[in-house]
């Protein structure tokens, strides 16, 4: 079974542009999770979305967005991008993600790099 | 409440030995605890995993110890291998609302082993 695939891998984009990162889960996971991992913040949690419905959110300003699609892919968008958004974007699916054990596996991730 | 502590930051090992890495939580509701490892340029990779109503769980040469009392569960590897050089984090899983859920990860642990 294919893993979970991040495309890009690589991005770079100026300060106040918009970037969309897509994300393809496992086939038969529903639920898709995004990350931004940054060396000072660590692994922090974006949103999660099931059967195309955002199910939860971190605390992240409204210029992160995402969306999921009938078939469980997602994306995510980041508008008027900053400095700071100079990341490892990571997606990761699950089953459901509501039940239970709570196994999640992620891509590769995106780097995206601001300048 | 939501934090998951991690320790040590880094590790250095000699091949052979054993690395033990610890997490403490605070947040009862926890109720899955993973193990993830990373490799540089890969996303995390779920390598263990434990539920509360067990005390360890071993899987090859990786064990995880849990003390629900003290709210602190560990990752141990024996017989440590240059292979597993790579950076590890806890995490700790918890409902939110309705069916959703999340993982909160520990800030990581950058373990080297030495051949």
């Known amino acids: 079974k294919a893993g979970v695939t991040q495309t890009p891998r690589y991005l770079i984009k100026t300060r106040g542009q918009q970037v969309t990162l897509s994300c393809s889960p496992i086939?038969?996971?529903?639920?898709v999770s995004w990350y931004q991992q940054t060396p000072g913040q660590g692994l922090q949690f974006l949103f999660e979305?099931?059967?195309?419905?955002?199910?939860n959110k971190g605390n992240f300003p409204g210029r992160f967005s995402g969306r999921q699609f009938s078939n469980s892919r997602s994306e995510m968008n980041v508008s008027t991008l900053e400095l700071g958004d100079s990341a490892l974007y990571l997606c990761?699916?699950?089953?459901?993600?509501?039940?239970?054990?709570?196994?999640?596996?992620f891509g590769p991730g995106t780097r995206l790099t601001v300048t | 409440q939501q934090q998951v502590k991690q320790s040590p930051q880094s590790l250095i090992v000699q091949k052979g030995g054993i690395s033990i890495i610890n997490c403490a939580y605070e947040?009862?509701?926890?109720?899955?605890f993973p193990w993830y490892q990373q490799f540089p340029g890969k996303g995390p990779a779920l390598l263990i995993a434990?539920?509360?109503?067990?005390s360890e769980k071993k899987e090859g040469r990786f064990t995880i110890s849990f003390n629900k009392s003290a709210k602190q569960f560990s990752l141990h590897i024996m017989d440590s291998q240059p292979g597993d050089s790579a950076t590890y984090f806890c995490?700790?899983?918890?409902?939110?609302?309705?069916?959703?859920?999340?993982?909160?990860f520990g800030s990581g642990t950058q373990l080297t082993v030495l051949p």
């Open positions: 990761a699916s699950s089953l459901t993600g509501g039940t239970g054990a709570y196994e999640q596996y």
């Open positions: 086939s038969g996971h529903r639920s």
């Open positions: 979305y099931f059967s195309e419905t955002q199910r």
């Open positions: 947040n009862t509701a926890f109720d899955y």
């Open positions: 434990i539920r509360p109503d067990v």
């Open positions: 995490a700790a899983s918890s409902r939110t609302s309705g069916s959703a859920r999340q993982l909160t």
